[in-house]
Structures are given as structure tokens and as C-alpha cells.
């Protein structure tokens, strides 16, 4: 695989300095990755400089959504880049892709992709504590035709975006037991936008009500937790670490898997199983779950301090917790290269000379 890098990107990442207020998700790098799908094959991928796409008004993506995407974050670390665990990101956007019947990236293009834009945009990334370049690869099904058929022709793009750590402050969760953000047998385990969009009216509904974020139940049962739109649960009942077990609707995050595997080393106790939705608020009321919190790349670790379910409101005694705090600090330090990672969870980027 050979990447060109357009001498325009060059120029644009010469000319490009970085505003002081950066946000999360808002600026973004002046450059990205572009690969084209066409007759079976993948083209040789380029960066050039961002901008909008051109896109055939009838594009399958704008309406029939074949469309998947990653979130994933470089840090610095000294004077190296730092990805975390990118693989997995590579792994899942196939799995991602093969549920929309689109042709997967291969996972050596996905890497180089993801090497290339964040070498490139080296001098971009923030050096607070929790800031780093949030990376957004996606896929989109290009082939204009409305015919109910899957895409011809795809588009894989990598955009960046220099952010500063994105705070979710203390969340409260509002139970959702009307709407399903996936359903069984759906989409619920990839990553795509529709899971999204169907979440959005709940959450447009719990902001009235002055919550933050929708607690899913499970689409088939109704009764037990799978997670939040876009981060997994957990938590905390007399010092031992529940979350709710994968099931086919719940998105398999890496943080997830990493604050399972942090969790097992520091000696926490350790349960992925169903949660009953019932049981759990219980719990939350008589102060054996003393303790919530949601994560995910953008967020880390957000710490949860209500629950509210129809008239009913549960108050977590600890917001934010100790074994989040612990749990938090134990990823970052790997993240930003404090500790020994003694996983092998980072992959090393080295800057590109511009
Ligand atoms: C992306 C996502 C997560 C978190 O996954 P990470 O790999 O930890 O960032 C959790 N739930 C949903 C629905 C998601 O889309």
C-alpha cells in the first residue's frame, strides 16, 4: 500500500496553526485521508487537504445509511505519538462494515490511514493531561442509484480533530423504558450512525426533564441495562465492578475492555452479566451500589450521580467515585505514557517532516 501525500496537504498543514480555544470535536486538522472502493478493489490512499466531499445527491449513504465510522484518540507521549489499542478500532470497523453488507477496510489500509493523518498532524496535538488529536475514520456507500441494493462504490475517509478533554461532568441518567437505541438482531453491536439517530429524541425528551443521557434497556428484554448511546456501564456494588455482559445489542467498547482488564489487575472484583434494571435501582436505594460511571474514548470515565426512572429519583452516594478515579487514572497514565504499558496496548507514531 502506498499513500501520496498531496503536496497541497503540505501546504495547508504549513499555513494551519491551531486556535487557542479547541473544545471537543470542533476544530479540525487541515488535512485527511482518502481511499476510493471501485470494482472490488481499494485504491491507493491520499491525504490532501480537508474539505467538503462531493456527493451525488442520490449517494445510497444519504438514504439508506450505509454508512460506519471509529473514534479513537493519538496522545503525546514525550516527544512520540501514541495511539491506543488502534487494532481493535481496525477489527471493529470491519465488523462494522460487514453488518451494512459494505466491503470492510482492510485493516493494514485502516493503520496506514490512521498513521499517515496522525503523523502528519504531529505538532497539532495538545500536551495538557486528557487532550489529545480524537481521530474519526469513516466509511460511506457512494454509488448514486435508490435502488434498496448495497453500494458499488464506497469512500473511506480520516478526519482529526485537536481537542481538549471532553468532561461529561456528574451524568445523570434518565432510564429509557419507551425507545430502543438498537434492535435484536439489528445494528446494535457496530458502530453506525443510525444507532445514533435513534437515540437522539430520547435524549432531546431527558433534557427536559434536566437529565443528561438515556440509560438503554436492553431491546428484546426490556429489563436489563446494555449501556448509554454511546458509552458502556458499569457499576460499582460493595466493592466489586458490574457491568452488563455483550449480547449482541451492546457496542463492544475498548475502553470497556480495558477497564475490565485494569479492574482484574488492581484486584477488583470483576462481573460482566445481565443487570436487572429493577435490581440495579434497588440496589442504588439502599446504598449497596454505591457507585456508576460510563466510559468511552471521548469521555474516559464519567462518573454517573442520578438515575431517574419515571417519578423516581436513585442518588448515587458517590459521585465521582473512587474505583472510577482509580480506574481513570490507571488508563491515562498509560495513555500518556507515565507508567510501563505493560499490556502492549500503545503503537508509536513517529512525527513526518513537513
Ligand atoms: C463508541 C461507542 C462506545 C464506546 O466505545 P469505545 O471503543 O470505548 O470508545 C460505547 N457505546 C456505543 C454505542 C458506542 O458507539
Known amino acids: ?15 494551519y496553526e491551531v486556535p487557542e480555544r479547541l473544545g471537543f470535536g470542533t476544530v479540525m486538522a487541515p488535512v485527511m485521508f482518502r481511499a476510493r472502493y471501485q470494482d472490488g478493489r481499494w485504491s491507493d490512499g491520499e491525504l490532501v487537504p480537508y474539505g467538503p466531499l462531493a456527493l451525488d445527491p442520490a449517494a445510497k449513504v444519504l438514504h439508506y445509511a450505509q454508512t460506519c465510522f471509529e473514534g479513537m484518540k493519538a496522545y503525546r507521549c514525550g516527544s512520540e505519538i501514541g495511539l491506543f489499542r488502534p487494532e481493535r478500532n481496525a477489527e471493529r470497523m470491519v465488523h462494522s462494515a460487514r453488518r451494512l453488507c459494505m466491503p470492510p477496510v482492510p485493516e493494514d489500509l485502516f493503520m496506514d490511514a490512521v498513521r499517515t ?13 486528557g487532550e ?15 435502488s434498496v441494493t448495497a453500494s458499488k462504490a464506497y469512500e473511506f475517509y480520516v478526519i482529526a480533530s485537536p ?14 423504558r419507551e425507545d430502543s437505541r438498537a434492535a435484536v438482531g439489528g445494528t446494535g453491536d457496530a458502530k453506525v450512525g443510525g444507532n ?23 431491546p428484546g428484554n426490556r429489563r436489563t441495562v446494555d449501556e448509554l ?38 484486584g477488583i ?19 449497596t451500589c454505591s457507585e456508576a460511571f460510563a466510559c468511552g474514548t471521548a469521555a474516559i470515565v464519567s462518573p454517573i450521580s442520578e438515575l431517574g426512572d419515571s417519578e423516581n429519583r436513585y442518588r448515587l452516594a458517590s459521585a465521582p467515585g473512587p474505583v472510577a478515579a482509580q480506574l481513570r487514572a490507571a488508563l491515562l ?7 510501563e504499558d505493560r499490556f502492549g496496548w500503545m503503537q508509536m507514531v513517529q512525527m513526518a517532516s513537513l
Open 196 to 218: 445514533y439517530a435513534a437515540s437522539l429524541l430520547s435524549i432531546a425528551r431527558l433534557k427536559e426533564r434536566g437529565y443528561d443521557q438515556s440509560l438503554w434497556l436492553n
Open 333 to 339: 497514565d498509560i495513555q500518556e505514557g507515565r507508567v
Open 117 to 129: 493523518v496522525v503523523s502528519h498532524c504531529a505538532t497539532l496535538i495538545p500536551v495538557g493531561t
Open 229 to 266: 448511546s454511546g458509552m458502556n456501564f458499569f457499576a460499582v456494588m460493595d466493592g466489586a465492578l458490574h457491568t452488563p455482559a455483550l449480547n449482541g445489542s451492546i457496542l463492544e467498547g475498548v475502553t470497556r475492555d480495558s477497564m475490565l482488564t485494569l479492574a482484574r489487575d488492581l
Open 269 to 287: 472484583e470483576v462481573h460482566e452479566r445481565e443487570i436487572d434494571i429493577d435490581d440495579l435501582l434497588a440496589l442504588v436505594a439502599s446504598g
Open 163 to 176: 481537542s481538549e478533554a471532553y468532561h461529561a461532568g456528574n451524568m445523570r441518567l434518565w432510564v429509557e
Open 132 to 146: 489529545s488529536l480524537y481521530i474519526r475514520p469513516f466509511l460511506i456507500g457512494t454509488q448514486p442509484d435508490l
Open 1 to 15: 500500500m502506498s499513500i501520496k501525500i498531496q503536496p497541497e496537504a503540505i501546504t495547508s498543514l504549513r499555513g
